[in-house]
């Protein structure tokens, strides 16, 4: 059985070895062995043996089948600082897995610049830190602001997403976007007017706390992962899309 | 006359035939979608089998009791009536079950609304054309062999005569009032048990699949999902259709019965009914009724023969116009061919021949009203639905509240056309007026219920096409034709509360007249001494009793409820391969659990509803029965009301949610929204639908025992002994 690498960065950054398929490694993780775990799970297919921080050897010694022949299903060889001791080329695909186990997949692309850039943009942080934060910034110079040594706050390299902003004078009408906006929206329309403002400030952060869930509804034009080596995209699948081609996923994941 | 009845009941099921082979021939689909039905179809047969091996136990000692203490002819008309409601039952709900995965397929082929709507309403029309045909054929069986061959209805025979017992009846009005009580009987059990059994079902899909593991509805690891299909077809189809049937066979009799008394009462008064007059005022609800089955099917043949557009909701609501419209229109014909040229004044008719109609008209137009308020109060197009899902983002205490406050507010306006129907139909036509209102509102049946069953077959072919990965677009068609079908269930449960109303004040007038004993011939005072201590006492127990009821049956579905979250999680707990899709669930034990569950708990609230008035009779006499049936009359109404609309309006509070309000699926004001459903699911589902059938077969069994408890209860014999 071959061993897959998976680098999961929500809701922890991991990288674990695993002789289950991507399918079956996010439905095993989503709902656990022996209980319904029911947590959702965020993670992207690695191209193992590169650089030395990763402990490849170790991985092929112990990932192995179980001796009634299942297959090792985890062996976690890093829980802290493994996003960015992966390089941006090594990443493949993504898989965005629902709590009851359904995992979409999207595909690594070029970095491509919104449409209709309206000004500012809502972000989701994922890893290594979680906070949500909004930013005149567009995704490219984001990324680049955030893993950019000069700044004091920075990471080495970061997991993001856009998220979907509808008009939040209007929240009876606001679409499946789930539990962001029910709390302190005063205080995000206060964010984003400060930025509006022109009070120099390109980001403000909207809440730090850790969010334990995802929010696969309001995923915008995709997920972003910036280095100081660049930016690769993982363009989400568009509503008509994922209703033909993902509509199970799609329905988990209270899209539909 | 009678030939004309015998044709619309012969084409009435003829045409229910010719619906059910032809749902029957269309495609079931593929395999994997034929594996889902007959699994639901096994289900549902299973549940009804075990039901009615139960119900037929208390069949037989209801109608040895009946054969023994009443009469022959109740304890046949008793068998009569409880086959024919447990026969529209189980057809309509073996069509449900084999219309489902059609319309499911339908949608699949043809990917169009309107067509797909033509096959769940075919399927629907099934039930209702049974629930019409079968309530109207045994009601002329006993007509016919009862009234016209054993000369029950003849003028001589419409007396108050004496039994072995000692017992005053009206022969006939016996008879007709033990046709009432089996039909009475079979739905007490179909809606209690089906109303538990469908949402132990429903509540244990939802609290452990879609709350704790949070897998989407009818999703096929959900071990509860088909249980709960098969909830919406022993709930929904067979419990609706026979509580109909009862409401409207109800109605129909306590016209018939009032007849009688009127004429026996009013012999020796200066202006005694005639002969021919009683003749026709006991068999004119027969002719209206079929008048009504006639329309119904024309308005059913209708929908089904044209094209139909892609607004379910516009079409099944003129199909129910044309039927309402058209038996307004033949019956003012009928009306006025029946009673032309005859002096109505000793029968209360204030404007002539077409006084009844007039009535009818007044139920008709006040069971429309009662429906568009029902749906006012419960849609989602609305304020007060709304307003619940607004309440949401606070909580689920302010959902609660809110639903609350909905329910309670919508009891009014629905009361307030009930008591402007009852008096106007009163000063038109007296209490003969008042039962024909009764008949007005349920004259369409046929239609209404077709419109009502077709909700459940667009529910499960939903579950169907979700089971069996179908399309989206697939899904969206039988989503849309669901959605209209929770309006129409709206609509359906505002009838019958509001025909019940009207059929228990017809029924307790006749009570009050079955008090009256063989030398009573010069006239009976209707009148219940409020002051009386032991009406007093009656009515205070009747208006706590349908909170005992209730209070039971929620408890009764909690109970069952929670033996299904157990099995659902014990399954998820011990094969994790269900939700990873490698192992299948155990799909027969949670309907095994909802079957026991709801035959165990559905004995206790079913019996008291029997119990209750001969336990009060025997003890403390007529004048704590009297008491008793208006307390828990005005009570249950009340209740009714409350718990259908608050538990419409918090079902689809959640719904608006869901469709993209307030954060939709996910947000915080969903799981708010969502306990707010899951408070009212067995409130509007189980509670209410029961409350009706409480209030009337309370009325069928004190009018049947009535003369018996008036001469033996102990307060009686007490008194008389101390008075010794």
Redesign the interface.
Known sequence: MAVHYYLTVFPMEAMVASQLEPE?FG??MA??????A?EQLMFIEVEGGFGDFFDWDFAAKKCNPHSDGRPKRSLYLSVYRALENVPLEALGTMYLV????RSLAIEKDEYKAPANWPGFALYREYCPMSPLAVSSLDPKNYGDYMTDPVNKVHAPSILFADLRVGNLDD?????????????NLDHLKDCIQSLQSGKRKMTKIVDRSNFN?SFY?ILGEGLYVSSDTGIVMYPMPDRDAL??NH??WA??A??? | MFGFIVIVIIGALAFAAINYSAVKKKSAGSEEMQSIASAIQEGADAFLRLEYSLILKIVIVIAALLLVVVSWYASVAFILGAFMSASAGWIGMKIATISNVRVSNTANETKDIGATLKVAFQGGSVMGLCVGGFALLGLAIVYYVFGVLLGQVDPSHLVIKTNWLGINDIPFTMTVSGYALGCSIIAMFNRVGGGIYTKAADMGADLVGKTEAGIPEDDPRNPATIADNVGDNVGDVAGLGSDLLESFVGAIISAMVLASYIFFTSGHSDNPVSAELVSKLISFPIIFAAAGLVSSMLGIFILLKSNVSAKPHAELNKATFIAAGLTITINAVLTWLVFRGMDLSAAGFQLGALSPWICAVLGVVSGILIGQMAERYTSYDYKPTKGIAAASMEGAALTITQGMAVGMKSVIAPVITLGVAIIAAHSVAGLYGVAMAAIGMLSFVTMTVSVDTYGPIADNAGGISEMAHLDPEVREITDELDAVGNTTAAIGKGFAIGSAALAALSLFASYLYAQAGPKAAEGVDLVLNMINTMTLAGALVGAALPYLFSGILIESVANAARAMVQEVRRQFSEHPGILTGEETPDYRECISISSAGALKEMKIPALISVVTPLGGGFIFGPEFVGGLLIGTTLSAIMLALFTANAGGAWDNGKKYVENGHYGGKGSDAHSAAVIGDTVGDPLKDTVGPSLDILIKIMAVISLISVSIFSKFNLFSLLSSLISL
């Open positions: 079956q439905a095993y709902l656990g062995d022996t209980k319904a029911a629902t709590k009851d186990g929240i009876e009408n606001s679409g499946n976007v789930g539990n962001l906006y029910d709390k869930t509804q209703k033909k509509y199970d329905k988990s209270l899209i539909y």
